[in-house]
């Protein structure tokens, strides 16, 4: 006599690998959060684009944000002091409020910070300490496995 499981009579299926590969750039998790942390922070839209690590912070965003430069700043800088490194770029002390994140408001005062944006944005767009290894990720690609049935 034949085994019971020799009577059932099911279809041959074969077990193949499907990859539905979605590459993620190393960047997105992280833009995703300083966006957040920016919207968070009431920055408005036409200022979010700021809240990038790419970004290049311009005169004329210095000028139209200058109300939401100091909630931008604290997001690219993940809350971390920025002072060494603006000191070594020469940003004077009036400027320092933007890389340590001691400046709560902004007046006429700290338009003398506008040469200085370069130095400030290099200085302020490091990834946070913990972070920093979010910049050298390669992409990531993720797989999942399912039944294929072959006839």
């Not at 998790?29 to 290049?56: I, K, Y």
């Not at 946070?128 to 990720?137: E, K």
């Amino acid at each position: 006599m034949a085994p019971s499981h020799a009577r059932l009579r099911l279809r041959p299926t074969l077990w193949l690998l499907t990859a539905i590969c979605t590459v993620v750039t190393a960047q997105s998790p992280t833009g995703d959060m300083l966006t957040g942390c920016c919207s968070g922070r009431g920055v408005p839209t036409n200022c979010q684009h700021l809240c990038s690590r790419t970004e290049e912070i311009t005169l004329f965003d210095f000028l139209t944000c200058q109300d939401h430069l100091t909630s931008v700043s604290h997001c690219l800088r993940g809350g971390e002091d920025r002072s060494p490194c603006c000191r070594g770029k020469g940003v004077p002390d009036l400027c320092l409020g933007f890389c340590s994140g001691d400046m709560l408001t902004m007046d006429s005062s700290h338009f003398s910070c506008v040469p200085h944006i370069q130095d400030l944005t290099t200085c302020i767009q490091m990834p946070p300490t913990g972070d920093s290894h979010m910049s050298t990720l390669p992409p990531t690609m993720y797989t999942t496995a399912g039944p294929r049935e072959m006839s």
